[in-house]
């Protein structure tokens, strides 16, 4: 089992940063695509960004704003969310996520809230 752990999250302006974290914990040695989705009130969640195999992917919605790290150095594996240049349309709920496979869907963390005012 992997445990997904998320922090973070917060009220910023518009134009503003912020910098999500994920610590995952157990058997991460198993894991090949860690990622984020967010879920904004009264819509689906969506994808944000994954990285996988060192490869990183983004939304459309993201790309150029929001930048994707992971450290694997340690027992605890990090997963980093920077972003930048915010926007209300950004707020939602974020999930962090993980997955044997190339899509992180196995694991989800419990989410951690984005607000950005306008």
């Known amino acids: 089992q992997v445990k997904l752990v998320e922090s973070g999250g917060g009220l910023v302006q518009a134009g503003g940063s912020l910098r999500l974290s994920c610590a995952a914990s157990?058997?991460?040695?198993?894991?090949?695509?860690m990622g984020w989705f967010r879920q904004a009130p009264g819509k689906e969640r969506e994808f944000v960004s994954r990285?996988?195999?060192?490869?990183?992917?983004?939304a459309d919605a993201v790309k150029g704003r929001f930048t994707i790290t992971l450290d694997n150095a340690k027992n605890t594996v990090y997963v980093y969310l920077q972003m930048i240049s915010l926007k209300p349309e950004d707020t939602a709920v974020y999930y962090c996520?993980?997955?044997?496979?190339?899509?992180?869907?196995?694991?989800w963390g419990q989410g951690t809230q984005v607000t950005v005012s306008s």
């Open positions: 157990g058997r991460t040695f198993s894991l090949n695509s």
């Open positions: 990285i996988s195999g060192g490869i990183t992917y983004y």
């Open positions: 996520a993980a997955g044997h496979g190339s899509s992180p869907s196995d694991y």
